[in-house]
């Protein structure tokens, strides 16, 4: 080895050492003091795999630089310093923090907000359960002053802390029927891993009581214990007295499936002989580098596009602050507020005792952010993606980072994003053609099985698609059945035979959401521009129809109530009453919906009234802080009477106001074969699009590729 | 410069003389020998851009090696002089080839042969004009033997030839009327640019003559003359005597829109200062090559995929014999026997006399191939681009060579194939993701000024993503109104003002595909999956609703005339009912329907009728060699009595029988202003996806990504 490369080959071992060194001591210092339970003895066997050549962000010196930015690790630790001290919590024999996120200062405060000016009072905003009562404190961080929040009447409990689902899936332990049941049932005690399942509301028997249904599962012999569930027991657990309140024990006599080919990590496919051929590397190289950046943390630029991103344990990500710099004017304009996931509701299909009430939240009652993972660079994001940590409170106040947890990253997979060539009939030598580059905000949420992947993806035309890939593990029930042969044809499975004695139960996902739109400005109408048949006239047309569309909008609440019907179509314009184009027309965005679901059970039903937001597809509200989250603020155990579908039957103003937009993307999911043991990723999505927003197509002036710009590339075998 | 470097560069400077020398020499030998008419003296002008780095494929010594390659130039040329020396055409004033395509073997006869069996013999379909009669024949390129196929008494004229549609162009300029009316609108006759209009069928006017009408636009300072309409006149042509038949010339009053801020070629962009920030080169990168190979001219294989892939003059490409090797087995089992778009309705919203008629059937009059034009090397697709040309018969049966008109490219634009992390609930440290990477076969279809960009992608998980990309520039009409506020309310304006005097009209697109599915084999059933609300009863639950999934097969052609319904839903699957899974499913595939709009009109209407393939988003129909193309074999001026439509109304048995699947993709479009004077590309697709076709998951075997396998890259710059 020459001198030079054997020092860098020093330094990059050296670095390489003072990264993980940095990540692992990091980790234990900022992650939940979780209890060290009978999931650990398993860790050893399984892989972590590192993240590579990231370069880590140190937190604790995190500045505020923008209104919107998180609350820093001192602010978080300002904030429990000042509520634990606070005689609330002084008298309480126990505390926990189920939520602490920045209260964002006024919306008008914001919008007037430019670099170089001081910034607003910072505020959190805390949930917390003190003596088992659920308090909303509003804490000024300068003054340390504490101001309780009256948020009324209603039902429900705050997001579950990590801690309350850690030690939910410990507290069945501590009953010797259920040790019974799990030693009878053949499972060893080491190999138990058990889920915390929200309860819904169902009436009284979850009334007054904070509990979750804990599930268990065997990971003997792999680490998909999802595909071996220890079917029909359910265990009652109280997450504020961590005492065991029922147990339901109803499968004794179901097998539990077998371990075999269920596990997909990469380190178990060794010996499977798939037959698939190779693809050989495929990267999307830059080698002038992203043309985004990401300035003081949260600031994104690229394209003409610029926002404000953040991580956050509710929602995921919120992107606030939305604007788009006119490619004519050069004027910055604005075209959301904030737009995030507000709530994800997914009823499974199965009326039994173990499965009814699964009809999870997943926003509200797991939290969409506390639940997103590390994303693994190269495989959940491209080599240039560009990496936001969130900074959390765990349940006791201190502040944790969840690293890795946002990737941003430009996307160019080939597709164009205009082009027109002439053809033989006019014989003129034109073609023209535009890549489409992309910019991609990315997390990926696993609730448990689950993964969600939620894209943000700008348009450099200035549209914004919204996507949502569903992919991790089915929620599946074992059955006695080897063969679907063996199934009577009266008998209902709730699903689909997947594999040996496991059935994918039929579930929907409905994820709502949140889209402050303030398309150049707050002030704002919803238009439906609905295209009707027209008959014409005798002697009119040789045609006998033709389309019309017309323009109606909407004055209230009820009049954007919205049912998409293939039939009777329309398009749904959020426009600015106030500013026309050169030639006339109101500026707008239009939300373009795609491939998507309604939820069809019963208005009734319990389920349904607490995912009652979902009964349309659209909604629209008036702006009003405290409707952000469309369960509801405390989804745990609601009753659904207090979420969007209550609010909009108030039926408010909405014409020429600051407005809301709320729209549900819904999946309905027969599972098949394909989806064991972990699916593949099934996608929807849908956009917010720009009409006469621009006075002309806004990327005209991009230029087309040329081949002196692309890089110059070789594979890193080949050069070492 | 060193010895070596000044050696390769010119060698470079040497290929790249000989490879346009051979480009242009190939053109001006084997371009249909188009009239020189009063485009040309525009060209010098504009700029084309020569195919970069692609080797180009010498055609003259194409080989057969595969019963589905299409027709080589031998063969062509074979074909032309069987028929021209054929009595029929010998005694003829006149004759021109419509169609000339490859007669292909009976499906058994396909399905039966293996490489390096001999080639089933070779036929070709020809439908040609002949003083006036059409005629289809079948010549055996053997034995030189011409059979005239009986059509029947169907309605209609075949596809125009590009002949055809060059000498309408030119024929209003015999009539003096008409050059008087151009003259009189201010046009210099040498900036006329002019298009060729199908009739559609409205009755007595249309009968007996094979007519065009034309409608004329001023190219005077701008190549984008579609924006520029001469409104209000239309020339009736006849298309078999090159006679003007009718002039309607009721716009004189109108104004001819102005040629500023048209152009949108990017040397037109040059001094239009669009604030763009500019986009860093981004570019898909793959060191060691693409993972596909296309053997012998047609045969793609990739991943677990292979399929026959040709260029065809009405269908654009035609994907057949797809088959995937599962990966459990190593078995190559068949998906589909034919894929192809099959018909493609455009009808305009606007009943008045210069508009009514355009109600365009793209594919089967103006050819979805041969209006497909040379792809732009980086824009239209991306860097290892393989390009594949389109080898067709002018009308007068001489061959010609459209260059690089499909493309095959992986894809990665940063999308995850599947991935599951294990989530702080259950504390193991699992993350795998894999990225997914497909296969994408694309052609741009440029029908006058819309561009179609169709996208045939092959996942590695056995989904194929059908998606139909809208740009290219839109049909505008002329108006005498600068701004909104100008119209009066009552007043109809059939679209949306945008741009001074530019209305776009409101119109649909509905893209039907011909999907001659053979899940394993020929005889599949189609299987409907409905999800229905049911209700549990007293005491069953504490819901009171789920979803249940009932299969229902169709026995008939209507059981599978299907209207899609957001709150009716169901899944459609094409199964083997002779096969089933190691657990008993049957094995299938199921169409994914997406985002999608669907026809309005009236079903009386005269243009509805001859849509009628677009009254169901899904039809299936019995196998039937005779029925390919949905909205008829002659669709110039068909009446709409033999099409899929009615077809269906037969009603045959298409349980476990050999059945060909038939999804028509919609879109309604209400202009806006960002659609001027180029429109950003609007996409939606649908899929086919494996349901219990697979025993699992099949791409559980696909490695990650690693670092080391990733390029090494710089910049082009950089390197000089």
Known sequence: MEGR??????????????????IFSRNSNLL??????????????????????????????????HPLDPLTIPELNRVRSTVTSHALFNAANSHALHSVALEEPPKERVMRWKEGDPLPPRKASVIA???????????????????????????????????????????????????????????????????????????????KKRLVKVQCYSMEKTANFYMRPIEGLTVVVDMDTNQVVEISDN????????????DYRFSAQKNQHHKIKPINPISMEQP???????????????????????????????????????????????????????????????????????????????????????????????????????????????????????????????????RHSECPITNLKVREARPKVTLVVRIAVSVANYDYIVDWEFQADGL?????????????????????????????????????????????????????????????????LNL??????????????????????????????????????SEFHVINPNKKTRIGNPVGYKVVPAGTAASLLDLNDPAQKRGAFTNNQIWVTPYNRSEEWAGGLFVCQS?????????SERDRAIENKDIVVWYTLGFHHIPCQEDFPVMPTVSSSFSLKPVNFFERNPILGIPPNFEKDLPVCQSTSSTS
């Open 32 to 65: 939940p003091s979780s209890t060290n339970h009978h999931f650990v003895n398993k860790v050893a066997e399984l892989e972590l795999q590192p993240p590579r050549k990231i370069t880590p962000h140190v937190h604790v010196s995190d500045m505020v630089h």
């Open 639 to 647: 009753h659904g009477e207090d979420n969007l579908a209550t609010w």
């Open 251 to 262: 499968g004794r006599d179901l097998p539990i499936p077998k371990a075999a080919n269920t």
């Open 129 to 207: 359960r003190v003596d088992g009562v659920t308090h909303v404190m509003i804490v000024e961080l300068d003054s340390g002053r504490v101001e309780k929040v009256d948020v009324g009447q209603v039902s429900g409990y705050p997001t579950m802390t990590i801690e309350d689902m850690n030690t939910a899936t410990l507290t069945p332990l501590k009953s010797k029927e259920f040790n019974q049941t799990i030693v009878d049932r053949g499972v060893d005690l080491k190999d138990l891993a058990c889920l915390p399942i929200s309860t819904g509301w169902y009436g009284k028997k979850e009334e």
């Open 464 to 528: 914004i698609n919204i996507k949502v890939g569903l992919s991790g593990i089915l929620m599946v029930k074992a059955t006695p059945y080897l063969n679907t042969n063996q199934v009577s044809s009266e008998e209902e499975l709730y699903g689909t035979l997947m594999s040996e004695n496991v059935v994918g139960v039929i579930h929907d996902h409905y994820i709502t959401f949140y889209l402050d739109m303030d398309v150049d400005g707050s002030d704002n109408s919803f238009v439906k």
């Open 532 to 569: 009707q048949r027209q008959q014409t006239s005798p002697d009119e047309s040789p045609r006998t129809s033709y389309l019309k569309a017309t323009r109606t909008v909407a004055k209230t609440e009820k009049d954007a109530q919205i049912k998409l019907k293939l039939y009777d179509p």
């Open 288 to 418: 002038k580098g992203p043309s985004f950046t990401v300035e003081k943390g949260h600031m994104v630029k690229w394209a003409n596009w610029e926002f404000h991103l953040k991580a956050d344990p509710r929602a995921g990500v919120i992107i606030s602050r939305v604007m788009f710099q006119d490619p004519d004017t050069g004027e910055l304009r604005n075209v959301m507020y904030k737009g995030m996931a507000s709530e994800l509701f997914v009823p499974y299909m199965d009326p039994s005792d173990a499965w009814y009430f699964k009809t999870y939240m997943d926003i509200g009652e797991y939290g969409f952010g506390s639940q997103a993972m590390s994303l693994d660079p190269l495989n959940d994001c491209p080599r240039n993606a560009y990496y936001i940590d969130g900074v959390f409170p765990a349940a006791d106040g201190r502040p944790y980072v969840q690293t890795n947890m946002i990737c941003v990253f430009e996307s160019y997979g080939g597709d164009i994003g205009w």
């Open 5 to 22: 490369k054997f020092l860098s080959f020093i330094s990059i071992l050296l670095a390489t050492f003072l990264f993980f060194f940095f």
